[in-house]
DNA sequence: GCGACAG
DNA sequence: ATCTTGTCGC
């Protein structure tokens, strides 16, 4: 099995593919929500991928899977404990995504490799993280309104890891970073387009919806 | 040594 | 993450 120093070497390895700029399709068609929920009494999880139409917001497709986690949850090595379930969901899908939406951080991350930055590195696809509490850095709170937002800067050498957003006013803001092959300014953009009612993207609620949906069905089946 | 610590 | 509907407060 995996230990911690293998995952922290592998974190190691696969930072150094992450592409921080750019790589997106023209015009974006498709956006994907990520999610995976736990059981509140066993080791069972269900991760979800939705696809969304990225003018209309309407569903495309839904992938699911249930599994049992087999790491455990250590701050800065979250990634490791979600990905399995959330590739098996991936691998049902038949229609892909120009961009994931994850629920966690990017690059906004103690050693700038969050879930967003590994699925993105996995799938070779533009990720981007949206979270919603800090994991790492400090930030001054952006402004009241939607749209406003500040710097979430790295402890150590002030590096700009991300924007903490206000995506509805007068609501806690989110935290958003770069995943793979997309900009910090593109991913806080893409979060406010898909923002539209609620503090969350769409694309998240929606994931997450259908996650739980999944590991209730499941375990009824059990 | 102490606090902080995505979901 | 999970607990959790109605309720308190602006």
Same mark, same amino acid.
């Given at each position: 099995?995996l230990?911690?120093q293998?995952?922290?070497?592998l974190q190691e390895t696969?930072?150094?593919q992450v592409?921080?700029t750019?790589?997106?399709?023209?015009?974006l068609?498709i956006?994907?929500g990520?999610?995976?929920e736990?059981?509140?009494?066993?080791?069972?999880i269900?991760? $979800?991928i939705? /696809?969304?139409?990225?003018?209309? !917001?309407e @569903? *495309?497709?839904i992938?699911t899977h249930?599994?049992?986690?087999e +790491?455990?949850y250590?701050?800065?090595l979250f990634s490791?404990?979600e990905m399995?379930?959330?590739l098996?969901?991936?691998y049902?899908?038949s229609?892909?995504?120009?961009?994931?939406?994850?629920d966690?951080?990017?690059?906004?991350?103690?050693?700038?490799f969050?879930? $967003?930055?590994? /699925?993105g590195?996995?799938l070779? !696809?533009? @990720? *981007?993280g949206?979270?919603?509490?800090?994991l790492?850095?400090? +930030?001054?709170a952006p402004?009241?309104e939607?749209?406003?937002?500040?710097?979430?800067l790295a402890?150590d050498?002030?590096?700009?890891i991300?924007?903490v957003?206000?995506?509805?006013?007068?609501?806690?803001?989110?935290?958003?970073?770069?995943?793979?092959?997309i900009?910090?300014a593109?991913a806080?953009?893409l979060?406010l387009?898909? @923002?539209?009612?609620y503090?969350?993207?769409?694309?998240?609620r929606?994931?997450?919806q259908?996650a739980?949906?999944?590991?209730?069905?499941?375990k009824?089946?059990l």
């Open positions: 099995m230990t911690e293998d995952a922290i070497r696969l930072r150094q592409i921080p750019d790589v997106l399709p023209a015009q068609n956006v994907a990520v999610d995976v736990y059981d509140k009494d066993s080791d069972l269900a991760g $979800a939705v /696809l969304l139409d990225y003018h209309t !917001r @569903t *495309l497709a992938a249930c599994m049992q986690v +790491f455990p250590i701050p800065g490791f404990r399995p379930v959330l098996e969901a991936w049902k899908l229609t892909f995504p120009d961009v994931i939406i994850c966690g951080h990017g690059w906004a991350h103690p050693r700038r969050g879930l $967003a930055c590994h /699925l590195v996995t070779d !696809r533009p @990720t *981007l949206c979270g919603k509490t800090r790492t850095g400090h +930030f001054e402004a009241v939607r749209g406003s937002l500040s710097p979430l402890e050498n002030g590096e700009h991300g924007n957003l206000r995506t509805q006013t007068g609501i806690n803001p989110v935290f958003v970073s770069a995943g793979h092959k900009s910090l593109a806080t953009s979060v387009q898909m @923002t539209t009612e503090r969350l993207p769409e694309t998240t929606k994931a997450d259908y739980r949906e999944a590991l209730l069905q499941y009824g089946m």
